[in-house]
C-alpha cells in the first residue's frame, strides 16, 4: 500500500506517525519542479519580526524558517499586447500560484499570479492603456483591462485602485470579486467576497477570472514543525498568560473575567468593528459576524 494518497485535489499520507494522520496538502504535480527565474527574483532579508531600529518586536509570532526568495510579480501589466504561458510556477512568499510568462513581441519574462483554469501554452492579453475600443476584445481569463470595458458581472481579481496604480484587491489563493456595475466615466461597482460592496474608478485595471489554489484554506499541515519552517513561532493563549501581559491573562484557573475574545491590546478579536475611519467609497460595509 502507498504510503502518499492523490485524490485529484488533495495529497494526503498514510498514518505511520502521528504527526501524518491529519496532514493534508494541495496537489501540486502540475508545477514546475526546478528553480524560479534567477532574474526575477531578489533576496528576503529576514527581521524575525523586529524593528530594524530599536530591534523591538512589531510583528508577534514570526521568526526562523527556510531561506526565501521573493518573486517579482507584475501587478501592473503596462507591458499591451499577447504574451504566452511558459508554465505554472510555486511562490513560497504567497498562497495563490505564479505564473511565467513570455511576451510574443519583446520576449520579455514577467511573472503575474495565476488565474483559475489558466494552462501551460495559453495566450493571456494586457489592455492595460486601451483609449478607444477598434475592435473585439479578449475577455479570456487572464486577461487586463480597464473596468470599464469589462462587462457587468464578469468574475475579476487584481483589482488596482487607480489608472495607473498596481493591483491591491483580490490577490490571494481562492479570492475574486463581482462587477456589478460599471460605465465609460465615474466609478464602479464591486462586490467583494466579504460581502462589502465598494466604488473602483472605471479607469482602473482588473484581470479575468478568480484567483487559482482555492483549495488552499483546507490545507492543513499536521504537525508544529512544518508551520516553524515557514517562519511561524508559537502562539500562547491569552488566558494562559499573566495579567500584565494580557487583557484575558491572571486568575486562579481557567478564568477570562467575563470579557469577550481581545487582542492584546484590547480591541476585539472575534467579529466586533474595529474600523474608526468610514471610507467614503464603501458603499455598503461588510456583515458583522453574530455571537450565538
Known amino acids: 500500500m502507498a504510503v502518499v494518497r492523490k485524490d485529484g485535489q488533495f495529497k494526503t499520507w498514510k498514518p505511520i506517525t502521528p504527526g501524518l494522520r491529519h496532514r493534508r496538502m494541495v496537489v501540486r504535480d502540475h ?18 519580526g523586529r ?7 512589531t510583528c508577534r509570532h514570526r521568526g526562523g524558517g527556510f531561506k526565501r526568495r521573493i518573486r517579482l510579480v507584475d501587478f501592473n501589466r503596462f507591458k499591451a499586447g499577447a504574451s504566452q504561458v511558459v508554465r505554472l ?25 495565476a488565474p483559475e483554469g489558466l494552462q501551460q501554452g495559453m495566450i493571456v492579453r494586457s489592455y492595460r492603456f486601451l483609449h478607444n475600443i477598434t475592435r473585439q476584445l479578449d475577455l ?20 488596482s485602485l ?36 465598494r466604488k473602483i474608478p472605471v479607469e482602473a485595471c482588473a484581470t479575468i477570472g478568480s484567483v487559482c489554489n482555492a483549495n488552499h484554506k483546507h490545507e492543513q499541515y499536521g504537525t508544529a514543525g512544518a ?38 491590546w ?6 466586533g468593528r474595529t474600523r474608526t475611519h468610514i471610507n467614503p467609497l464603501v458603499v455598503k460595509r461588510y456583515p458583522t459576524k453574530t455571537r450565538r
Open 162 to 197: 487607480s489608472h495607473d496604480g498596481k493591483a491591491a484587491l483580490c490577490r490571494a489563493a481562492g479570492t475574486s470579486a463581482r462587477l456589478l456595475a460599471t460605465g465609460q466615466t465615474g466609478h464602479a461597482l464591486l462586490k467583494l467576497q466579504s460581502g462589502e460592496i
Open 89 to 113: 510556477e510555486y511562490d513560497p512568499g504567497r498562497t495563490a500560484h505564479i505564473a511565467l510568462l513570455k511576451h510574443l513581441t519583446t520576449n520579455e519574462l514577467s511573472y503575474i499570479v
Open 51 to 57: 524593528c530594524r531600529n530599536t530591534g523591538r518586536i
Open 227 to 264: 508551520r516553524r519552517r515557514r517562519g511561524w513561532r508559537p502562539r500562547v493563549r491569552g488566558v494562559a498568560q499573566n495579567v500584565c501581559d494580557h487583557p484575558l491573562g491572571g486568575g486562579r484557573g481557567k478564568s477570562k473575567s467575563n470579557r469577550i475574545p481581545v487582542s492584546p
Open 140 to 159: 479570456s481569463i487572464g486577461t487586463c483591462m480597464p473596468l470599464k470595458y469589462i462587462p457587468m458581472g464578469t468574475v475579476i481579481h487584481c483589482i
Open 31 to 48: 508545477l514546475h519542479k526546478g528553480k524560479p527565474i534567477r532574474a526575477l527574483t531578489v533576496a528576503k532579508r529576514r527581521t524575525g
Open 266 to 271: 484590547g480591541k476585539p478579536s472575534k467579529g
